[in-house]
């Protein structure tokens, strides 16, 4: 009977044995898989914020490519009218890039614009559209400044007055501190459009007349501080604000290169600088298209 109950024992603790190493085993296989699994979750999770931080800054440059695009095609087709009615259409060159039709704007072919119905796009598929809208948006919108530039060599010509054409670096050096267009706003937060450039120099250097024209105001105007406007004819503006001291008035005739201010840190400024715009047919554009360079 000992001898049976002894045996029964030791198959019970055999079995037992036997259970407790399948059962620690599969535990084993469980954590390795939950490991795994880990791995994999925290590979997909930052991969996922990756592709979201992707995505953000896709859609940030598409809403600024298509805000570039949209004010410089609105020049574009301006300063075509100002062209037309001086000169006879049938004159203008064939090198000017898109040409008009009323005033619709037909751009030259070559975009590789495409599309269909996916139904909701999400992930992957929402960065290779946005990838690709960003790519023909920039293509075109470099099509487009080119025209732009042509246009504006055009106008020049036709102003019969190399003089007033603004195209004079409007200070003795400095640095560009600001470019034209979209930016994050400099004191405020969140971001802005800026009409021009500004130029960091110190203070007191000498503020030049960009073309010769006419000042139409010499005075404080809000946020630019003390600023000037000078209206050097056929549709061309230009502006120049924060400035410490104006020294050109209102009415007053003025020669390119001519001293018209000094420059200061007046109105919404961090510090001392210049801040040019130029205007064409009543749309600012970026001045690097008319500056001498």
Same mark, same amino acid.
């Given at each position: 009977m000992n001898n049976i109950n002894y045996k029964t024992i030791a198959i019970?603790?055999?079995?037992?044995? &036997?259970?407790?190493?399948g059962m620690n085993i599969k535990l084993y296989q469980e954590a390795q898989l939950y490991k795994v699994n880990q791995e994999e979750f925290t590979e997909f999770q930052k991969t996922k914020t990756e592709q979201q931080k992707k995505l953000e800054k896709l859609l940030q440059d598409n809403e600024k490519m298509l805000r570039d695009i949209t004010e410089i095609? @609105?020049?574009?087709?301006?300063? /075509?009218?100002?062209? #037309? /009615? !001086?000169? !006879? $259409? @049938?004159?203008? %060159?064939?090198s000017l890039g898109a040409k008009t039709s009323g005033d619709t704007t037909i751009s030259p072919s070559g975009? *590789?614009?495409?599309? %269909?119905?996916?139904?909701?796009?999400?992930?992957? $598929?929402? =960065?290779? $559209?946005?990838?690709?809208?960003n790519k023909n948006i920039n293509k075109?919108? *470099? !099509?487009?400044?080119?025209? &732009?530039?042509?246009l504006l060599g055009e106008m020049e010509g036709l102003s019969g007055s190399l003089?007033?054409?603004? @195209?004079k670096w409007p200070t003795d050096g400095g640095a560009i501190s600001s470019s034209y267009g979209s930016r994050m706003d400099p004191i405020a937060t969140g971001r802005e459009w800026h009409d021009g450039i500004d130029i960091a120099a !110190?203070?007191?250097?000498? &503020?030049? $007349?960009s073309g010769a024209g006419t000042v139409e105001v010499s005075g404080t105007n809000g946020?630019?501080? /003390?600023? #000037?406007r000078i209206n050097h004819g056929n549709g061309y503006r230009t502006s120049y604000g924060h400035m410490s001291a104006l020294i050109a008035v209102e009415g007053q005739k003025v020669a390119k290169?001519?001293?018209?201010?000094?420059?200061?840190?007046?109105?919404?400024?961090?510090?001392?600088? =210049?801040h040019f715009e130029v205007d064409a047919e009543g749309q600012t554009v970026d001045p690097y298209f008319v500056l001498k360079r």
């Open positions: 019970f603790i055999g079995l037992a044995l &036997v259970f407790s190493l095609t @609105n020049l574009e087709k301006k300063l /075509r009218r100002a062209i #037309i /009615r !001086d000169t !006879d $259409a @049938n004159k203008l %060159g064939s975009y *590789t614009a495409q599309g %269909g119905s996916k139904g909701e796009m999400t992930g992957l $598929a929402a =960065l290779q $559209a946005l990838e690709a809208q075109m919108l *470099t !099509d487009t400044k080119k025209s &732009v530039s042509d003089a007033a054409f603004p @195209n !110190d203070f007191g250097t000498p &503020v030049y $007349a946020g630019y501080g /003390r600023y #000037i290169g001519e001293i018209i201010g000094l420059i200061g840190s007046t109105g919404y400024s961090t510090g001392p600088h =210049l």
